[in-house]
Every structure is written in C-alpha cells, then in structure tokens.
C-alpha cells in the first residue's frame, strides 16, 4: 500500500519529469546527436559489408553489435551531459529551491530529472530500431531478435550515464563546477585506458626487465585499468551483447544485476549529497 | 488553532547563531508581520519554515505536523513568494504557471489562474516569454505561482519590494482576498507601512531573537511614549496649557504655532475626557485628533541600542501579578 506522502512524491517525480523531457525535446542536441550516432553507425556497418564482401567471410555473429553499441554509447553520454548541465543551471539559478518550496524533496527532484533522460533515451531507441531495420532491409543481413535484447539492456546502460551525470551535479553544485568535474571523470578514465595501452606497447616493443620503471606504470595503470573496466557501464555493455550472442544466461543475468546496482548505487548517492548541501546556490 | 508552531527554533552557521531559541505561535487565518533589520533571522526562519533549512535544534509545527524536506501533503499548503525569486525564463508565464498548479494538483487550475492573471493585471502577457518581464512584471507572476492552488498559508519575504504603486495596490487586494478566504499569511518585509497596513500581528526579531510580538495597537502603546493628543482653537486663553498639564492623565503639553500637543499616559484614549474638560471650561477646540505613532516610528525606536533594554522592561511588564 503506498502511504499518501508517497503518492504526493510519485505525482511530483511524474510532473518534473514531463516537464524535463519536454525541454529536451524542444531541443534541437538530442535529434543532432542521435543523426550523428546513425550516422557514424552507417560508417561502421558500410565498412562491415565491404570487408564482407571482399574478403567473402563473417567474422561476426551480429554484425549489428558494434552500431547499436557505437549509438547507445554516444546518446547516453549526450543525456548524462545534459542533466548533469540542467541540475547543475538549476542550482546556479536557484530555480531548485522555487521547486522545494513546494511539495518536492530531493529524491523526486532527482528521480524526475532521472526518468525524464530516460525517457527520452526510450524515444531515441525508437528512432535506432527503424534505422536497424532500414539497414537489414538494405544490406541483406539476418534479422536475429537479439537486437531487441540488446537495445532493451542498454536502457541500464543508459541509467548509469544518466545516474552519474546527476552524481557529479550534486558533487559539483554550481555550472562551471559541473561540467568541469565531469570533463575531468571522463578524460581521467580516457587517459588511464590510453595510458595502459601505451605502457602495453612499449613494454612489448623494449622488453625491459621486471623492475624497470615502465613494467611497474604498466602494472599500475593495468591494475586501475582493471578496476575501470569492471566499473565500467560501457565494459558491462559490452559483456552482456557478448553474453547475449553466445547464449550465456549467467553472464547476461551477472552483467544485469551489475549494472543495476551500480545505477542504483549512484543515484542514491546524487540524493544523499543534494541532501547534505543543501538546494540553496 | 495553531497554523504555525516553532520551539525552540535554533540554527547555527559555525559559531554563528542565525536564529536563537525562537518560540512562535501563529494562529490559523492571521496575519503575521515578521521584522526586523538586515541579518536578524527572518529569511533563516522562514527557510526552516518551509523545510528548506534543518534547524540545529528546536521543531517546526505547521498545522500540528512536523516540516521536513519531504512534507508533501504539507507543502502543498503552502504559498511562497521568495525575496529574490526566479523563473524559466525559456517559459511563457502561463506554462510556467500550469507547470506549478500541475506540481500542487492544484483544483480549478486554469480558472483560477485566469483570475489571478486578471487581478495583477498579466492577462495580455501570459503568452509571453518569462525572460522579456520586468522585475515588476515577475514578481506578479510570482504571487501568481504561489497562489494558484489556493493554499492555505502564504509565505511572504519582501512582497512588494520592485513593485510599483499600483502593483502594490494590486497585491495588497490580492492579500486582502487571500486573508478573508481564511489564509493565514506571514509577511516579512523592510516597507513598514504595507506590514501595518496588511497584518494583524508583528514579531520583532533581532539577533535571532523574538524580542517583541504583540498587535501592532499594543506595540505603538508599549513602545511608543504614551499617546498625543492634537488641538486647535480658534482663541486661546494664556493659561490653558497650565490647566492641562494639571490634568492628573497628562505627561506633557506643548504648543506648536496654534496646535497644541498633550502627551497623554496612553492608559485609554483620552479624547472624551479631554473634550468634557474643554467644554466645562468653555475652550472649545476647532479641531481634535489623536496622532498614531506609526510602526516606522516604533520600528526605529526600536533600534539596536535599545533592544535589550526594551526587552527587559517589557518582561518586567508582563510578569503577572498574582
């Protein structure tokens, strides 16, 4: 039974998420991005289909992973960017504490801003799916129900860029705070992944000795490199299409369940801090 | 009934004590002035009020329940109208406004923003984008805002602050209305005149403290130095100043051109007894006024120095004789 102040809650997330979503659609970042997200798409299944032909093998079980993964990716980040940018105008404007006035505490303020992405995310899927079946038409492929599965799990790939985006607005608080401790979180993760592979290389091109200085980096940063990938919504993606195509209930199932804690753990995490700081800017 | 219940209300920043201890009791369907100078704890209160501030120690009733940040049934209750408010500006004043009636579940939304649109005079502008509004023009649309779900208490920082004198005159009907449907209002403002004019009720605060709070009648009575009561005559014979100051009521007679001033003890107004004493003695006064001390005038009486004074004389006063 939900007590009366939890359907009052309910009723706020409802209005703030409509009207979120609503911004963003009247918007023009999201169609651009994901016109771009299809586009880069096209680039890679083009590519596919002409290895294909000219080398007469598939190497693929879906060649459609890589696309769905590619555009998925890049629209998440676009909604993830987005309200970590529109919590952030909220704070620095103070139109956060008008909201508070009223019949809004911080977990529907949070989980509005959350679901609205999310929905739009649901509409974008929408638009991938046609662009999909465009392209089995096209191109001849196989039409496999998997791709369903695939788009379906990345909703919580989706939640997890949403879910940090909203985490690193109530860390930052303020705009330019915002946006530069998440430029930062993503080109610290980028540059530690690079930085690993570049360690790689060189350890494989000098051979040096165990305890040489470089051997030591690359076991550091292939250590936090680790760590990245087990956290990362990206490298669980990844793991569960893996699983998907090789029928893998208990590797889909552990990817899932991964995923969704770590959605749910940042999300609680972006309303404990805007608890604990406070909505006045 | 109570509407509003503090206890004790207490909130540091540091060391700092923004509010000390502050105990009030507002009752349902008042009108409450709340003032005090720059940085005495008004707008603290209210945020604690409102929930939007935790107090360090102290509770805050509204209705008998306890504010908290997630008070839902509570704060859809409540109107606010914030001292410095903003907006959407990418909104036309009517979405923006549906947007917050939405929020509230406000009943009848549409017609009653229709109506509140009308009476700030905003009609021709509801379809206009927020961010082309004056300052005037928002901080109508924030009355706006606050009162389309009819609540039942308005929550006033500074409400006619950047209005004009006829947006004032607006705003002050729209109280009116808000008052007689049975609101309990609590205003804090710096323009004194629109306090007196609005409320029924005032609290001093200084230094987080509740130092006075009484009618604003009682308070000009407590503070002010008795009552003055003015005439004019057409002859004045030369001893009528003494013969008034022999009055047994009277403090002081003093005379100004031909307008003399008597300076009562402020125990009851004095007029007829005056009025009877001038006619027995046939001085019969052309004109006779009772001069108000205005709460600007308490309000600057009432200055830093003197507010501990003035605090221990009025205990002093109160303290109940058995």
């Not at chain 1, 793991?239 to 804690?261: D, H, K, R, W, Y």
């Not at chain 1, 753990?265 to 404990?272: C, D, N, W």
């Not at chain 2, 005559?233 to 002081?252: E, R």
């Amino acid at each position: 039974m939900i007590s009366q102040n939890n359907k009052y809650r309910l009723h706020a997330i409802k209005t703030i998420m409509e009207r979120v979503s609503q911004t963003r659609f009247w918007g023009l970042g999201i169609f651009v991005t994901l016109a771009v997200s299809l586009a880069f798409s096209s680039v890679l299944l083009v590519n596919f289909s002409r290895f294909t032909e000219t080398n007469l093998i598939t190497v693929e079980k879906q060649p459609l992973t890589a696309p769905i993964l590619l555009s998925v990716i890049l629209i998440s980040l676009y909604l993830s960017l987005t309200i970590s940018l529109n919590v952030s105008r909220e704070y620095s404007n103070n139109t956060i504490e008008m909201l508070f006035y009223g019949p809004v505490d911080e977990s529907a303020y949070m989980l509005g801003n959350f679901f609205a992405q999310l929905k739009v995310f649901l509409y974008s899927l929408i638009g991938i799916l046609v662009w999909l079946n465009l392209s089995i038409w096209l191109l001849n492929l196989d039409f496999r129900l998997d791709i369903f599965l695939m788009l379906g799990v990345s909703i919580l790939m989706c939640g997890q860029w949403v879910a940090f985006g909203l985490l690193v607005a109530s860390w930052g608080g303020k705009r330019r705070n915002t946006l530069v401790y998440f430029m930062l979180t993503i080109l610290l993760i980028g540059g530690i992944q690079a930085g690993d592979f570049i360690a790689a290389t060189l350890v494989q091109i000098q051979s040096p000795t165990a305890t040489d200085p470089l051997v030591v980096a690359r076991n550091v940063l292939s250590g936090i490199n680790g760590l990245i990938s087990w956290i990362s919504p990206y490298s669980q993606l990844s793991s569960a299409f893996e699983a998907i195509l090789e029928n893998s209930t208990s590797g889909f199932l552990g990817n899932l369940v991964l995923m969704f804690v770590e959605m749910i753990l940042m999300l609680a995490s972006s309303i404990l801090l805007l608890k604990k700081k406070g909505v006045r800017g | 009934m109570s509407m509003i219940v503090t206890s004790d209300l207490t909130k540091k920043f540091g060391a700092f004590k923004a509010v000390d201890g502050l105990n009030l009791r507002i009752a349902q369907g008042e009108s409450y002035g709340f003032l005090g100078p720059n940085g005495a704890g008004k707008t603290t209160t209210l945020s604690m009020l409102l929930g939007i501030l935790t107090p360090t120690s102290g509770m805050v009733f509204i209705q008998g329940e306890q504010v908290r940040s997630d008070s839902f049934s509570l704060k859809r209750k409540i109107g606010v109208v914030a001292e410095y408010q903003t907006f959407y500006e990418n909104m036309t004043a009517w979405e923006y406004v549906m947007f917050f009636a939405r929020l509230y579940q406000a009943a009848n939304a549409e017609k009653r923003a229709e109506m509140l649109f009308e009476q700030v005079n905003l009609m021709q502008w509801k379809d206009a984008l927020i961010s082309a509004f004056s300052t005037g023009m928002k901080k109508k649309l924030g009355f706006i805002r606050a009162l389309v779900h009819s609540p039942d208490l308005l929550i006033l920082d500074e409400p006619v602050s950047g209005l004009d004198p006829f947006g004032i005159i607006q705003v002050r009907s729209l109280l009116m209305t808000e008052k007689a449907r049975g609101a309990t209002l609590i205003i804090s403002s710096h323009i004194l005149s629109e306090v007196e004019k609005t409320t029924d009720r005032v609290g001093i605060i200084s230094r987080g403290k509740l130092i006075l709070e009484d009618t604003i009648d009682n308070i000009q009575r407590k503070v002010g130095d008795g009552e003055r009561i003015l005439f004019r005559f057409a002859n004045q014979t030369p001893d009528i100043l003494g013969k008034l100051s022999s009055l047994p009521f009277v403090i002081q007679v003093s005379q100004e051109e031909d307008e003399i001033s008597v300076l009562t003890d402020g125990a009851k107004d004095y007029r007829e007894d005056l009025g009877r004493y001038l006619v027995q003695n046939e001085w019969i006064p052309l004109e006779m006024k009772k001069h108000q001390t205005s709460l600007e005038e308490v309000y600057i009486t009432i200055s830093e120095q003197s507010l501990r004074t003035i605090q221990e004389d009025l205990e002093t006063e109160d303290v109940p004789s058995d």
